[in-house]
């Protein structure tokens, strides 16, 4: 056995490697793995520590003496438990005046029509023409404190129209006339009066009912708005969408935890509402939802449209009760045709007589939903029965001639009205921006333990590991075995800190940017406003773990205590994770979902691995590969925490078979040269400010939501 013993002891000692340091690489790969192992053991205990389908109730100390104060017999006790357990409100609506004036607005569209290329399935199929028309020739008007339904079967184009009205529409062509109040529709302006209520009701998770209606408040009304009419038009809004219970809840994941979706679909209109809007365009309001929350929420619709506001809504096969909560209706079929524009009717009844005094139509049956029954009895196979086309009828009817006169008296300007503009594209100046954005991630981030307190731990857990298998290594410096040894320890946690890093702000930002598209949408701030906050948020977390780092591994490794070192170590960790954090939110803005952005940084890891100046030297890195290690920040990195260590170093040792003093062998094999620290310290700042600004300019410029 000894003898097996000392003939690979003498091959390895040939190759430079001493065979105690074979089996301390084999600890550090053992070292990995437990720490692996740990991380995913912290990451259960979360999961049961907020188990899925619980909301919780986040209720600040302002909310917390407001609620001491109320004589409610019930107190803190009570409000807090319907906070989390609200069965919905079955309160008669609220109704009053408005805190803030608003301008109340008439929409009039003729003749619109949308095209789309063909999609390449349909030209493999045969279909020759250039373009696909998903409208046609539509015409109509939305009017205040009126009601509108647009209905029709799937791919009939009712939310087709109602993006191309609202401004939606990234991709196609858009033609005919568009007039707000009498004037020419100018979308900058447009979005200014106007909301849009989605269908996915998108929110950032981790801040309250309140926080967000508050958020909403803060970005879109006019900066000329005093603070206390702002909080009082935020209150007005919560008890109009009837949503007092549930103000103090986070947001949470759909279908995971915090709101149901009844509760979510009213916060989706509370933001919207806040805003101060004339118009309103809601997206299937009452989608996914059984028939008393449905019931509840259009109640709560209801209550916008008496406030006077114009509001439209697409509807899928209603209820009784919700089809005849609206007081117009805009019915299309399959091409984008108007089969039928007008009022409902006192239980639909000039709905119904409408369609029933067509030939071929049948009757409708007693206590049968009318909006059923219509969509029944217009359906293409019903058409091609009978032998009839329902829009050709309409052209015809007396109804359309009446809407065209409509629309056209009110496509004209009232006498002493104004157009509408805005001195500035957003409400609040670029500051105001930055600060709300900021303040909304610090709520966020705070609020977020699987993601901060993880970090945290696991830097903890690692230093401590680390600090552990290398213990005083630093200070034995004797031969180049050992100082592979201590450059071998950066290098691993240059790396292993640096892709943990990476991987657990991806879908962290992923999340918060579909929000972002909503919220840009929304005309609510510049992206640059909202990519600042992101980057800057981050800051006093990374720093936290790298002051944890330093504490705990300096002196367990044993480096040399001086402030000049100390300092070099702790910045370059900083940099390190700021890079690595930044690169996560760039490769986020680059590619359309998570898992193509962790493809991606797989990619670059491998890249950021090769060279980082350890398993290659930099002498040795071929001449035509040089200029990946220059651009490859993990290099500077190394270079950084190594060379500030050991740069200045004089000591003799053995390397190699030669004697060399510690700064030269790191010079000769490395590369890495003592007084070029300076520059190491430049570069390891710009490549965090570079990834940081790329981020900001492509989260804002690429926008992988097309409609």
């Not at 109730?57 to 438990?81: A, C, N, P, V, W």
């Not at 190699?656 to 003592?674: R, S």
Request: hydrophobic share 40%; aromatic share 12%.
């Amino acid at each position: 056995m000894s003898g097996n013993t000392s003939i690979g002891q003498q091959t390895l000692e040939s190759r430079g490697l001493s065979f105690d340091g074979y089996f301390y690489w084999i600890s550090v790969a053992a070292l990995f793995g437990f720490i692996l192992l740990f991380n995913a053991v912290f990451t259960l205990a979360l999961t049961f520590l907020n188990p899925p389908g619980k909301s919780r109730t986040m209720i600040s100390f302002e909310r917390y003496s407001q609620l001491q104060r109320k004589d409610d017999k019930e107190g803190l006790h009570e409000e807090s438990k319907h906070a989390v357990n609200d069965p919905g409100n079955v309160a008669g609506p609220k109704t009053g005046q408005t805190v803030l004036p608003f301008e109340p607005l008439t929409v009039t569209f003729q003749d619109v029509q949308y095209y789309v290329n063909i999609p390449q399935e349909m030209k493999e199929r045969g279909y020759k023409h250039k373009k696909l028309q998903l409208l046609s020739g539509i015409t109509g008007a939305f009017r205040p404190g009126v009601l509108t339904a647009l209905m029709g079967v799937s791919g009939a184009g009712k939310t087709t129209l109602m993006d191309v009205l609202s401004g939606r529409k990234t991709s196609g062509i858009i033609e005919g006339d568009i007039r707000i109040g009498g004037y020419p529709k100018v979308q900058d302006t447009f979005a200014r009066v106007s909301s849009y209520c989605e269908q996915n009701d998108i929110h950032s998770p981790l801040i309250t009912v309140e926080e967000s209606v508050v958020y909403s408040a803060w970005l879109r009304l006019p900066s000329q708005i005093d603070s206390k009419t702002k909080d009082e038009f935020v209150n007005k809004v919560i008890e109009t969408i009837e949503l007092d219970r549930v103000r103090d809840c986070l947001v949470g994941i759909p279908g995971v935890n915090g709101l149901s979706t009844e509760q979510r679909k009213r916060l989706t209109i509370a933001v919207e509402l806040v805003a101060n809007p004339s118009i309103i365009f809601m997206d299937e309001p009452t989608s996914g939802l059984d028939a008393r929350a449905a019931a509840i929420v259009m109640r709560a619709v209801k209550n916008v449209v008496e406030m006077g506001r114009t509001v439209v809504c697409t509807i899928h096969q209603p209820s009784i009760d919700i089809f005849e909560a609206f007081d117009e209706l805009i019915l299309m079929k399959t091409g984008g045709h108007i089969i039928y524009c007008g009022p409902l009717g006192q239980n639909s009844m000039r709905v119904v007589e409408y369609f029933q005094n067509i030939s071929g139509v049948p009757k409708i049956k007693d206590n049968y939903n009318p909006a059923t029954w219509m969509l029944e009895v217009t359906s293409t196979s019903v058409e091609v029965g009978n032998g009839i086309d329902f829009a050709q009828i309409y052209k015809g009817s007396t109804l359309c001639k009446e809407n065209k006169e409509l629309v056209k008296q009110l496509s004209s300007p009232t006498p002493g009205s104004k157009d509408l503009s805005f001195p500035t594209r957003f409400p609040q100046n670029g500051l105001e921006q930055f600060k709300a954005c900021l303040w909304k991630q610090c709520l966020s981030y705070w609020r977020s333990p699987a993601y901060n307190l993880t970090r945290i731990v696991f830097m903890t857990a690692s230093s401590l590991m680390f600090g552990v298998l290398f213990w005083q290594q630093g200070k034995n410096i004797n031969n180049q075995q050992d100082l592979f040894s201590i450059a071998g320890s950066m290098y691993a946690v240059i790396i292993f800190f640096g892709i943990n890093n990476c991987s657990t702000v991806l879908p962290f930002v992923s999340t918060e940017r579909t929000v972002l598209y909503r919220e840009i949408f929304a005309g609510m701030y510049s992206s640059w406003a909202y990519s600042f906050a992101q980057v800057l948020v981050e800051i006093p977390y990374l720093l936290t773990l790298a002051i944890i780092y330093v504490i705990i591994t300096y002196p367990m490794i044993g480096y040399e205590w001086s402030a000049y070192k100390l300092f070099w170590a702790l910045y370059s960790m900083f940099c390190t994770l700021l890079y690595f954090n930044y690169l996560g939110m760039l490769l986020v803005s680059l590619t359309p979902n998570i898992q193509v952005a962790s493809i991606v940084a797989s990619s670059a890891y491998t890249m950021l691995n090769l060279f980082a100046g350890f398993i290659i030297p930099k002498p040795q890195i071929p001449k035509w590969w040089i200029w990946l290690y220059y651009i490859c920040p993990t290099s500077w990195a190394m270079n950084g925490m190594l060379t500030s260590q050991y740069g200045d170093v004089d000591k003799q040792i053995l390397a190699f078979g030669e004697t060399k003093t510690v700064a030269a062998f790191i010079e000769d094999y490395f590369g890495f040269h003592h007084s070029s620290l300076g520059i190491v310290a430049i570069f390891l700042f710009i490549f965090p400010v570079i990834c940081a600004t790329l981020f900001a300019y492509f989260i804002g410029t690429l926008n992988f939501q097309r409609r």
